[in-house]
């Protein structure tokens, strides 16, 4: 049989082949995991073609090496099997051949070699034989060269017909489709894995609203912070703390109105002791997205005393960082300016600067580091 007859040739499908086929494309579209698909394809042509085993294979042949995943998955099982078959992958003609003409059609063994030409392989002889492989189907998915991403149907005893090769190469096309899908989808999962990995590690919180007020989509920093500063409020599962809920309301009932121009739109703001909860709302037709930040109102020298400084020295460098003058520092702390300035020529040694205005800088970054 060649390779090249025409499809419109072959015998024609009973109506148990089409439900088969149709059950199979239903199954293929539904996959949305690229490390699932091998398993799904495999679970959907064992109920299309019958076969002794059948593996999915991405195939290397300049590296020669091979990634495969079987049905049943014991189908292979004598020592260094992977490492004989890539020993022996470029004796393949159906590899050999997708390889060269990325032709991705159905090709059997016996397209290609006769039953003696195929048992003089080494790669019979050492690899097919042991896993009772004399008649094999494949065809193949699209994937960059050299890659060869396919499908493998094997038996020991009689070849596949042209009835086989029909089911296979209409289900083809339909799999290499759910196969990009697949690898869709799931780089579009691992993106937003990183985006969301990435807003996790701001010192913001995130929510996301529907047009009717529901959580879409709440970070781990927000849900912490409604839980902080709205302890004790109730609301129904997925929506708002009611105080923030009507602010929510009422900025859309006020960027809605189309007689006016708007006000400037003010953030909404929950004080609690040296510190306090900023949010601020984004909003358009669909959703609103609600940006949450924590910001200290008090001194955190607690923070400081973590340098190395001694208590004195943290009090001095928080007032510092308030913008506070040697003078009035003095008359906060009782002490002289004199005093003071001693100090803070401790703080610059021990934190390797200069002078005041990097230190400034450094304790309004300890500030806003103890505010996460």
């Known amino acids: 049989m060649s390779p090249w007859r025409q499809e419109g040739d072959l015998d024609r499908l009973t109506q148990r082949d089409l439900r088969a086929l149709l059950d199979c494309l239903r199954e293929g579209y539904a996959i949305r995991d690229l490390d699932a698909f091998p398993a799904h394809v495999l679970a959907m042509l064992t109920q299309l073609v019958p076969a002794d085993h059948i593996s999915y294979n991405e195939v290397n042949p300049n590296s020669r090496r091979v990634k495969a995943v079987a049905e049943p998955a014991n189908a292979v099982h004598f020592p260094d099997a992977m490492r004989i078959f890539e020993h022996h992958v470029a004796e393949h003609p159906l590899i050999a051949y997708y390889a060269r003409t990325h032709d991705s059609r159905a090709l059997k063994l016996s397209d290609f070699l006769s039953w003696s030409q195929l048992h003089r392989l080494g790669l019979y002889q050492e690899f097919f034989r042991r896993v009772g492989v004399e008649h094999q189907m494949a065809a193949t998915l699209p994937a960059p060269p050299p890659l060869v991403i396919g499908v493998a149907l094997n038996r020991g005893r009689r070849d596949f017909t042209e009835r086989e090769r029909l089911l296979l190469n209409l289900l083809r096309p339909h799999l290499a489709q759910a196969y990009q899908n697949a690898e869709a989808v799931t780089q579009m999962q691992r993106e937003l894995t990183l985006l969301r990995q990435g807003v996790e590690a701001l010192d913001r919180g995130i929510i996301v609203l529907t047009q009717e007020g529901h959580m879409r989509l709440v970070t781990t920093q927000a849900r912490q912070w409604l839980a902080e500063y709205f302890e004790g409020s109730s609301q129904p599962a997925?929506?708002?703390?009611?105080?923030?809920?009507?602010?929510?309301?009422?900025?859309?009932?006020?960027?809605?109105?189309?007689?006016?121009?708007?006000?400037?739109?003010?953030?909404?703001?929950?004080?609690?002791?040296?510190?306090?909860?900023?949010?601020?709302?984004?909003?358009?037709?669909?959703?609103?997205?609600?940006?949450?930040?924590?910001?200290?109102?008090?001194?955190?020298?607690a923070s400081f005393e973590q340098l190395g400084l001694t208590r004195r020295e943290a009090d001095v460098l928080a007032w510092v960082a308030q913008g506070k003058t040697n003078a009035e520092i003095g008359t906060i702390l009782s002490m002289s300016p004199r005093t003071v300035q001693k100090h803070l020529e401790h703080i610059y040694l021990k934190l390797c600067v200069e002078n005041r205005t990097t230190a400034v800088v450094w304790a309004q970054e300890l500030l806003r580091l103890s505010s996460r």
Not at 253 to 262: C, G, K, M, Q, T
């Open 238 to 301: 997925g929506r708002l703390p009611e105080a923030l809920q009507q602010w929510v309301k009422h900025e859309r009932a006020v960027l809605a109105r189309d007689d006016d121009v708007p006000p400037p739109r003010k953030p909404f703001v929950v004080e609690r002791e040296g510190k306090r909860l900023v949010v601020r709302l984004l909003s358009d037709r669909d959703q609103s997205i609600l940006i949450f930040k924590q910001e200290q109102t008090a001194l955190a020298m």
